[in-house]
């Protein structure tokens, strides 16, 4: 039933700007720490920046400085606001949920489709 899905993708130049989101939704009982990692073809995936129920972040180097995560708890919602973008930004990026479903124990990490970024000029 808990499902996450990403918005907000798409082309940007180098330098732009995107705000990533995902909502999860379903049968939720609670939601711990949410996050977006990104992967390229034929590269692991790999973690962009976590957020915690309580706000603390944590970036990859390769995005402190140019990447603010955020969520509202109230929408089950975590944003990804992209500043600054660069080509090698360019991925498929995937949000990530550690997620209690209603009736279950333990937390479960969730996964959304994945939304495509692309900075080219």
């Known amino acids: 039933q808990v499902q996450l899905v990403e918005g907000g993708g798409g082309l940007v130049q180098p330098g732009g700007s995107l705000r990533l989101s995902c909502t999860a939704s379903g049968s939720i009982s609670s939601i711990n720490t949410m996050g977006w990692y990104r992967q390229a073809p034929g590269k692991q995936r790999e973690l962009v920046a976590t957020i915690t129920t309580g706000g603390s972040t944590d970036y990859a180097d390769s995005v402190k400085g140019r990447f603010t995560i955020s969520r509202d708890n109230a929408k089950n919602t975590v944003y990804l606001q992209m500043n600054s973008l660069k080509p090698e930004d360019t991925n498929v990026y995937y949000c990530?949920?550690?997620?209690?479903?209603?009736?279950?124990?333990?937390?479960?990490?969730?996964w959304g489709r994945g939304t495509q970024v692309t900075v080219s000029s």
């Open positions: 990530n949920g550690l997620i209690r479903g209603t009736g279950y124990s333990a937390y479960h990490a969730y």
